[in-house]
C-alpha cells in the first residue's frame, strides 16, 4: 500500500489526515508540536520524527501549515527524503508572489510544487467535501485530480499560472472576512434596538443581496460613467444612519465605508454612482 504523507495537523490538517484514514490509506505524519499526532496516531496514522523521515517513500506529500515561512522551513527539511517525481501537494493560504518564486525554484530543480489552497472547514477536510483549488501545468491537473478528488467535494483547476489559487484563495477570504464583518454590524444596530440576531437576519431572506455579487465588478467599473442608481451623497446618508442606529455599538465594517464615501464626495463624485467609492 502507497503512503501518503501529511506535514502539518493542526485542524485542518488533522481533517484531512482522518479523511485519508477513513478511505484505507496509510498515512503518516508530522508536526512541529509533537501532542498533536498522538490523537491521530490513535486513528492508525503513523507519526513521523522529521519532515524528512515523514516524507520517505511517499506517493504524495501534502503541506496544511500556517504561513509562507513555515512551507519554506519545512520544504527544506524534507528535501533530503523526497523521492524523485514525487509531489509536494501545499495546501497552505499563502502570499501570491511567495507562492510563484518557490513554484519557479522547486520546478528549476525538478520538484513538483503545486499550489492547492482550500475553501475548507475542519469539518469539510474530515467529510471531504468543500473546495479545493489547483493552479499551475495542465499536466498536474491531468496526473493528479483522481487522487485529490477524493479529498473534497469539488477540485478546481483555476489555469497554468502557479500563483493564481493563491490569489483566488485571498480573494475569497478578504470577501468571507468582510461579509462576518458586516454582519456584525447588522447585530450591533439590531441589539441598539432591541431586536434579537436571528430576528435581524430574517431581512435576508427576502432580500438577497448575495444574488447580484457577480455584477460588482460591472458596477466599480462602470462609476462615474452614466447615470448614477445611487448617488454617493445618498449612500453616504444611509451609511450614517446605519451607524447612527447602531448607537454605542462597536461597529467593523460602516466606520471604513463612511470614510471611503466622504472621500469621493470631497474628491467631486457626490453625484456619481455610489460604487465609485472603490476607485477613488
Known amino acids: 500500500m502507497a ?6 495537523t493542526g485542524l485542518l490538517g488533522a481533517g484531512m489526515v482522518e479523511n485519508l484514514l477513513t478511505k484505507g490509506e496509510s498515512v503518516r505524519i508530522w508536526n512541529r508540536t509533537r501532542e498533536k499526532l498522538d490523537p491521530l496516531v490513535a486513528k492508525g496514522a503513523i507519526a513521523a520524527g ?4 515523514c516524507v520517505e517513500g511517499a506517493e504524495r506529500v501534502h503541506l496544511v501549515l500556517s504561513e ?15 523521492g524523485d517525481g514525487i509531489p509536494i501537494i501545499d495546501h497552505t493560504t499563502n502570499r501570491p508572489d511567495k507562492v510563484r518564486a518557490r513554484f519557479d525554484a522547486l520546478r528549476a530543480d525538478s520538484v513538483r510544487y503545486v499550489s492547492t489552497p482550500v475553501f475548507m472547514a475542519p469539518k469539510h477536510a474530515k467529510e471531504g467535501s468543500g473546495l479545493m483549488m489547483m493552479s ?4 498536474d491537473a491531468t496526473d493528479y485530480t483522481a487522487a485529490l478528488e477524493t479529498m473534497t467535494g469539488k477540485l478546481w483547476h483555476v489555469g497554468e499560472r502557479p500563483d493564481l489559487a493563491a490569489v483566488y484563495k485571498l480573494a475569497g477570504n478578504s470577501v468571507y472576512f468582510a461579509i462576518t464583518g458586516a454582519i456584525a454590524d447588522v447585530i450591533a444596530m439590531g441589539r441598539n434596538n432591541g431586536v434579537d440576531p436571528a430576528d435581524m437576519m430574517q431581512v435576508f431572506a427576502q432580500f438577497k443581496p448575495g444574488a447580484g455579487l457577480h455584477m460588482v465588478e460591472k458596477r466599480i467599473a462602470a462609476a462615474g460613467n452614466g447615470p448614477a442608481s445611487f448617488e454617493m451623497t445618498m ?11 447602531a448607537g454605542e455599538e ?4 460602516l466606520p471604513a465605508m463612511m470614510s471611503a464615501l466622504q472621500r469621493g464626495i470631497e474628491a467631486g463624485h457626490g453625484q456619481d454612482d455610489f460604487a465609485g467609492f472603490a476607485k477613488v
Open 68 to 82: 509562507d515561512s513555515a512551507v519554506d522551513a519545512v520544504i527544506e527539511k524534507l528535501r533530503p527524503g523526497l
Open 235 to 245: 449612500a453616504l446618508k444611509d451609511v450614517r444612519l446605519m451607524a447612527e442606529a
Open 50 to 53: 522529521s519532515p524528512a523521515e
Open 3 to 8: 503512503t501518503i504523507a501529511v506535514l502539518g
Open 250 to 253: 462597536h461597529l467593523f465594517v
Open 136 to 139: 499551475g501545468p495542465a499536466q
